[in-house]
């Protein structure tokens, strides 16, 4: 974890927490991100997975936004990667969107809960993210876009594959067409948060409470109720109702259960081991 | 029709009418339900479902609740049933979870639709009963919670496969993760609950007359709507549209058919056949 | 573009204009629609898809209402046509149910954003014209209602596959259970249109400003957009993130990716080519 | 396991043998099965599979043929059940087909390997059977045909769903447009016998030692292998792999799992307990 | 029925007979197919599949070959069709192979058999074909080959789809990867047809006889069977038998079905009215 | 490729040429495998097929046998990590058999393809493996076995996915139930293997031949030939058209395609640049 990444950066909420900070860290262009946050990414959370002291992923961005969406050198870099043979380029352009893809569904193979915090600006690339992400908050002065089309790009990091599982299908269309900015009430209104705050300070504040909240939960069923949400909505009902069955078999008898069971019997708080 | 039941009890809206109210019936845990509720329950429901008197079931609770959840001490006897070989001990205890996620899932075999009528508290297992429900509605004080999280479950039972759907994606990992509280108006702003009456007198009343309007309605159509809404869910677009095409070549052509067009054209009301 | 139809008429926005009015245009009957329809519409989407000055579809009606529904006569010659042997009735009704659907899914088939702008009555077939547009907009008074169940039919022809994704699967339920009438401000709350405005003229004005506003967007990239969220409405995350990669290893690399970014970069109004 | 059945008996293979034989009891009129086949067979099918004495099932045929289709009077009953609203005639007729389907694919149901051990006619409904079974054995003059054709039905118990499975689906396609006759030397050339034997005597033996081979081996692992296929069988390979993870986290660390090894480096015959 | 063709000939096997032969045409250039065959081809299946007399289509090849592969020209065409924006390019070009696959997949859409009788060469675009028919038969001096890839072509027309459901994954990978060439009695032994025949004469007799055999079945069930096939390959067992009995509540009672039993019954041949 | 590694060699077939041999590399205990190959598989196929040298793989194995299954040691391991919550130990079970399925999966997540060349014994993980191999071929003195139910295993790390879809459902159940020794011979039956060689020698030879004539033919739609195989298994055949007509779009345009039609028209050898 001491590592040190030219996008991001890690803070433990407070020594001991289970909760983990990981911040957007470009804000002097306002966490526009380039190539090296596609490598740098899914390295962190895969290590974050791994400690077993984190329960829980906070992620945010530093100075005024979230995050203002792709760099454009990065974007114009790819679009003049046009040398050589036209069938292998396209063949090399797949690839490279197919490792961007990847770096974002990281968010989704990390067994722990990742919370996004928006504040400020969430365009474009911080739709994408936010969208695989597993609870999202914001600030009422948050601006959202899904604003690939403007700049002559048919989404391809996620926003349409899993928006319309959020907010909807009408919605994620009209949204994705028109790019049109949204605030963070609307989105709440939309689905795509689940609560506004006033502020920055309330909305850290509040997550952090929500985030200590979930991190002092039983890790196993924590875990298991992100696998199995994340799971079932690829297959159909009577397909994740057996893999449930078949999960908590596995699964639900553990010390957990037990201490939860007489935790409840003796009007007590619970306490879990990590995982 | 005339067996007891230790769980539920069945009770006829009104002589002659279609609607059947199936009342949950442990009012003194607060409708906390054990195993022989997961026994009972299919069994009722499908004999609702022959019965061709049967037009529409509204599901409620008795006493302050309409379901506390499941009864803790058939939990730690689920827990406690680890004695002999553990792969053994683990295939055992998939096919209880399979058994009673069966249970639940009787709400979709029956063809005739069971609208959920919820008061007071609605926690857990709860919620697991009435996301397989066909409609909600609530009072604007019930009490609800997908609350197995914090008893160290990963929900099992259909709440992980079925809320999404009713909620969107975002909004069911945010309420499964945390576990939270959330009213009767917040319930209806989630989209989990069609409307939100003042009291329980008036969500009674409200869902009688709701139902009594469904019962009204030609009984193939009805029946048809349910069961092609639920298969679509499972299957693309078009696949669906292939599926009610053979449906409807099958079942459209019916006196129902003529009795509405002619009841239509004379201003008439139309009555139908039972089905 | 000359032809003339029998239910239908076309109107450029204005000469030079992207945006074309496709108006349902049987005002003396509610816009009740019959066989003759599902004739035209299909051919004429077609041929707007075909027309590169075409960029974006308006549908609407004439007269009071959006669409009253599928024309009574029609349905009563559908349930009148039983002669000959059952089985090849049969047949021949699943066919001319295809027929009808496949008439609606061509709003699908078009790569143009199709939007609907909705007033008056929008009932039974209207729904399932509206629910394959991309984008739906309606006035204050518009009156909704998924009526087929009171005329003893199992909506067949694309509401059950698609207002589920739209408003959510319990919403979808009620709605087509009951059959109940919703005003434009409920539509709003449901999900099921993106906007409301207070009158007809403030719907027209509002809409010709959206569909102008996507019309002058770079073309593949609102095509990209619609096909690709149509695609990934069928297959898993996964399946779809591939979808998308392959896709713009395609199309990405276009002369509106290099305009985009410039004028980005120039901070001026950027201009594409037709498609 | 006492009870007198019309259609079927239950033959122990030996006492303490876990080899159970289910025998198809019709001998009079060649095995042809009529409606009281579809009542008993899901019930003995799950007794067998709650006895835990009992490892596999044999399902054979008495007198001349394994099974000669259908009752022709059973289905003339079908066709004649024709009184009343044809709409509601339907929807019975399509609740009497799914209660026969459901008869079929208690096979797949049962925990436990059923093995299909075929001599003489095996016709029609017969094919719906051995192909629901999870290993086909046949002897050399056996006789098949997917004769539904014939008698004006789309084959409808499983057949057309099953068959392209195991044979490819250019194969089921031609048995089932031609209905043509097929020896037990093509099923076996065709995929859907995995041996052929020379005689009734032969099958018999030889099924029998396989049957108490497959008996003699772990019976979760048995058990898994069979439940993992059939659910692989609907999802894709991804998910198939992450299915049998979960399974096998549940499942894998057994008794059976230490005998198996600890036999295998003593190099002497495990045994297991019963399942 | 009398339009001539460029591509294509019709001839119908014997006054009133239900046997329809279409010949590809070309034989000049071993039935090598270019842009025409593409829009002749769903015209004419469409126009048979409406015709009552129509029973059963079955493909050959006029002069020494089935059909030689794709119209070198034709390709060329293509690939050079390359001036403009190189996004618009790929956009049209992604139209034509979808027009070019739709126009095959035609032969799935025509409710009526479709049986290819193959003799001499039939390579890439032949083989996509073929696979795309219902049942395959050749003669013995046939020779296959899946060659697209020699011509630096990804097969795109239904081979990479249709053919590893016919012949297994592996040997469909294995085909397609060396684009070897394989004899009729290879493809016997691949699965890829269902018989061989020695000569182009006893194949011809042979075809007639079995095409005529399928044409005297009862045309609803012969119609019904093929639907359901290619219906439940794409959907699971589960979906694919509710999709038959849903079906054959619709079309199983008929004429033909009463016709059947009672030729059984009578031991006499059975008449069955058109389609 | 200079790195050491355990389990595994790496042998260019010869200078320049495009055909890389991996082989494995643990004769002294008949190349049972432990999992430092499960660390090491992954990670050299990356590599190769980054390199653009290597244009297609041969897989075999050193010493007598290609693999003798898992480890014992390894399994015994596995078996033994039983400390701690017993929840948490299948945690940790299930993430190290998806590590384990994750390294053969690797296979098909390469580009080019990769071929089995087997000898002597393939058992158990051999199985997993090979499976997940483009083509198989093998000695006739081969020993096949799917043998993990002898060791009280479901297996997990692939067979059950992917046999089915190589040998059909029936003989797959048929081999994982039984467990049964099966012969080169028999596997070429089965459909397993593509060809079997007389002795190791003529394998080697032909292997050598076949991977060279792939080897020379043009990349791209070598890659993508396997590409849209893997990718239309899992998807059905409408979806499977679109992606491959989306894929062509992007690369089918390329100097091979160039080359390949310009070559054929010059009845010379075609030349393709490295992927």
Redesign the interface.
Known sequence: MEEKYETLKIQQESPNSGVFNLIINRPSVSNALGLNFFSEFPKILNALDQNPTVAIIVLSGSGNHFCGGID?KS??A??DD?SG???????R??RK??FM?DAI?AIERCRK?VIAAIHGACLGLGINIVTAC???YCTKDAIFSVK?????????L?T???L???????????L????RRFSGDEAKEL????RVFGSREELKEGVRT?AE??GG??P???????A??I???????????????????????????????SA??QKRKPT??K?
């Open positions: 454009l974007l114009a790819i679009a046009n043979d036209q069938g292998r380029t396209r063949e352009l797949r969107i197919k893809q569904t809960p597993d609870i999202r690939e089309v403007d700049l002559a790009i048919t989404a391809d996620g349409l594959q899993r319309p599982g959020i907010v909807g299908f009408g919605k994620a269309m009209e994705s067409l028109t790019g689905g795509l948060v689940s929500i909240g979930i939960k039983p196993l069923a924590v875990v298991g109720t992100k199995v949400l799971r079932s909505r690829d297959v159909n009902v009577e397909q994740g109702l057996d893999y449930v069955a078949t999960w908590n078999s596995s699964m639900l008898l553990s010390e957990d259960l037990t201490e939860a069971i409840q019997k879990f081991a995982l």
